[in-house]
């Protein structure tokens, strides 16, 4: 039955047309092989590695442990000594830990980056560091804190960050976990959990909110508020080149998703838990939201928990440029899509030895895509030879 739905366009559209919900996408072609990619080992033994990044421009690579280390990868080694240590006021473990780095935009020049963690409470924190003058050592007294979110439960803590094109910096945060959202946080705009915020880290103590912000004149919401109706966006990203949001939101049974947005415009509601994917969930008639649906899904068949990544602009691989690729905790596969003019094309499964879980994509200085694994693993997407 669900495979049916997935690739029967005619019974879709007849059990859109009996639910009580907005019109829905047409089911999309399958997925078409590819090949010509291969990846480059970076690094092994990695504790957990969860994210990868690089300050534009440089040379470095750096990456989380979710224990709560980030290294730091020069000249192809892994350095011995960790750029920043915060175990000792992490959690770590299953959906928790050093969950993301942001460096400033102005980096080169401030030194100033970002972290987003959960801390000994099992909340979400994010802080400020400093560099300090050995360029591969952070301050580690330099920490202030930015942002402290209260979590309910262990699960769905987001853990994104990511400075957009604005030089703001966005914030991803689940909704706060357990299953099915029991407190209605996504569709709460009272609550930062399952949201995407939208802060001015360069004004205010300790943050600013950007006075075109969605919400700022409405009243009970929070005003750093930019999207909501999200249940886990584990990982979302600019594109480098044009003004593009694509966000991977983590399902609940059944559907994992991927979301495209215009980056200029706020106050999208992704449609959980309403909506799981394009599906009802806790829909209930006569609701009047209006909710931007995925313009990916895939089903519990071909993974688990989708581990959205980037749009390809780099300089290795000029065929795939525009390109943007994904994967999964669980499923091991590539898969990639190009998003054009409101629609998606070139779905693409790359052939590829299993990746292993996929924690996470990221990009070096030059714009090659990254990929770390639970297995311990730092990879690069290259051409294959
Ligand atoms: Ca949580
Ligand atoms: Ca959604």
Redesign the pocket.
């Given at each position: 039955m669900v495979r049916a739905m997935r690739t029967t366009s005619m019974l879709l559209a007849v059990l859109i047309l009996a639910a009580p919900l907005p019109p829905a996408r047409a089911a999309a072609p399958e997925w078409a092989p590819a090949s010509g990619l291969a990846t480059q080992v970076i690094a092994t033994g990695l504790d957990s590695p969860d994210f990868a990044t690089s300050p534009p421009g440089d040379a470095r690579i750096f990456v989380l442990e979710q224990t709560g280390t980030i290294r730091i990868v020069r000249d192809g080694k892994l350095l011995p000594h960790p750029f920043l240590d915060l175990r000792a006021r992490i959690a770590s473990g299953g959906?928790r830990g050093l969950l993301g780095l942001a460096f400033h935009p102005a980096f080169a020049r401030n030194g100033v980056f970002f972290v987003d963690y959960t801390d000994r409470k099992?909340d979400?924190r994010i802080d400020r560091f400093r560099v300090s003058r050995d360029p591969d050592r952070a301050d580690s007294a330099s920490g202030t804190m930015l942002l402290h979110v209260p979590?309910?439960?262990?699960?769905?803590?987001g853990g994104m960050i990511a400075f957009g094109p604005d030089g703001m910096l966005y914030v991803g945060l689940?909704d706060?976990?357990s299953g099915g959202d029991p407190h209605g946080n996504g569709q709460s705009l009272g609550t930062l959990l399952g949201k995407l915020l939208r802060i001015d880290v360069d004004h205010g103590t300790p943050y600013a909110i950007p006075a075109d912000n969605p919400f700022t004149r409405t009243r009970g919401a929070r005003p750093e508020i930019w999207a909501y109706g999200l249940r886990n966006p584990w990982r979302f990203s600019f594109d480098r080149a044009a003004p593009t949001l694509v966000i991977g939101d983590v399902g609940q049974n059944q559907w994992e998703e991927i979301d495209v947005a215009d980056a200029r415009v706020g106050g999208l509601n992704y449609g959980w838990n309403l909506r799981e994917g394009l599906h009802a969930f806790r829909w209930t008639l006569g609701s009047n939201a209006h909710p931007a649906d995925p313009v990916i899904e895939y089903s519990h068949r071909d993974g688990c928990s989708v581990t959205g990544g980037y749009v390809y602009r780099g300089a290795a691989l000029p065929e795939l440029r525009g390109t943007y690729f994904f994967s999964d905790w669980c499923g091991g596969w590539l898969r990639s899509f190009r998003w054009s003019a409101g629609r998606v094309s070139e779905k693409r499964l790359w052939s590829l030895p299993s990746l292993g879980r996929v924690t996470s994509f990221g990009e070096d200085g030059a714009g090659e895509l990254l990929v770390t694994t639970s297995e311990g693993r730092l990879l690069r997407l290259v051409p294959a030879r």
């Open positions: 959906e099992g979400t979590q309910p439960y262990a699960n769905h803590n689940g706060g976990g």
